[in-house]
């Protein structure tokens, strides 16, 4: 059977303050009416029955998670009791995934990514579904090819192609870090190369075994909480192995290392929402190029994106490209071209003993 599972421990901190330790960016309305970790569940319901969606949480973000996801089993979110990076997050829900279906096949995803159209995005997760149901040692990814020469994401070279479909399958070359802006040019020229975008494909039986071989430590703690869950002392056994396990992604852990490793062309839009400048390009703006959420006046100003809560009111006045966000206890004002500096806010305040801010 299928299983969808969806990485949402992140802190996003580029979106402070909306977004905070215990309600990071997923758990946010940043483009459409609902939460970006909603969106993500909506985009499965076609494909994979509720009781086989799975949410890998932090255990500061449990509640509000489980809040904002009440068709979501409430035994299926499971929290991380510390953040270890996707390696030991994908481990986690597998030995979840193995104890229901022996056979189980995972679709992985983060929960804070827009993708569009959801119709192209089902046509290719169930492509995906299909290679792993042929041959469950294949650990399938996905591609997006790039549209400008993006030096924030690391990218898939592609290989020989393995199917000329649509969208086409290749095995995957080589893994790139992410490039500085010259390489980052050169990867859009050659053609073959693709944002990683961070979703995949594979058993749940064959992704344990990889670890198993590649981080023998880490697979030794995750056996240990499966134990646990069969003793009937799992959160005790989770609280004291996770903290322990290395904190690793799971493209270091396993995709680089591994040898059967493909990548569908991704045939959907898709956007990684990472900073307040993604605002903007997902949900447009006014004549002014302004992007608006919440109560606004604007004279002379252009190229803002504004934000603000409940009925508070902003008032701008001869501005231009600014971020500014409202909240009932913080106010971001901020240069747009700054945007991915924002996380030093926090830094500063962290130093500074503000952590009620954080």
């Not at 940043?30 to 985009?43: E, H, P």
Request: with cysteine.
């Amino acid at each position: 059977m299928l299983h969808a599972v969806i990485m949402a421990g992140g802190s996003g901190t580029r979106f402070w303050p909306q977004s905070r330790q215990q309600t990071p960016k997923q758990l946010l309305r940043l483009a459409g009416d609902r939460t970006m970790i909603q969106q993500t569940v909506d985009r499965c319901r076609a494909w994979v029955p509720r009781e086989n969606v799975w949410i890998v949480t932090n255990h500061l973000q449990l509640p509000r998670t489980t809040a904002q996801l009440p068709e979501v089993p409430a035994r299926n979110i499971l929290a991380e009791p510390a953040a270890r990076n996707t390696a030991p997050c994908v481990g986690l829900a597998a030995i979840q995934v193995l104890r229901e279906d022996p056979e189980g096949i995972m679709f992985v995803m983060p929960a804070d990514h827009v993708i569009r159209p959801e119709s192209a995005f089902a046509d290719a997760a169930r492509q995906a579904v299909e290679i792993v149901q042929r041959d469950p040692q294949q650990l399938v990814l996905f591609g997006v090819t790039p549209t400008f020469p993006a030096t924030g994401y690391g990218y898939i070279e592609r290989g020989r192609m393995l199917s000329d479909g649509s969208p086409p399958v290749f095995e995957v070359a080589a893994f790139r870090e992410k490039p500085c802006q010259a390489t980052a040019e050169e990867y859009l020229r050659a053609g073959r190369f693709y944002w990683n975008c961070g979703i995949f494909c594979w058993n749940a039986r064959t992704i344990l075994d990889l670890l198993a071989s590649f981080e023998p430590e880490l697979h030794e703690r995750l056996l240990r909480i499966a134990a646990g869950q069969i003793a009937g002392n799992s959160e005790e056994v989770l609280q004291r192995e996770f903290p322990q396990m290395k904190s690793i992604s799971i493209d270091y852990a396993v995709l680089e290392r591994a040898s059967r490793v493909t990548v569908i062309e991704a045939p959907f839009a898709w956007d990684d929402v990472g900073s307040w400048l993604a605002v903007p390009r997902l949900n447009g703006t006014d004549a002014d190029g302004n992007a608006v959420d919440g109560r606004f006046c604007g004279v002379d100003t252009q190229g803002c994106i504004v934000r603000s809560s409940g009925d508070h009111l902003v008032a701008t006045l001869g501005v231009r490209n600014l971020i500014i966000v409202h909240t009932p206890d913080a106010t971001l004002v901020a240069d747009a071209g700054q945007s991915e500096q924002i996380s030093e806010i926090l830094s500063r305040l962290n130093d500074q003993g503000l952590t009620a801010w954080l």
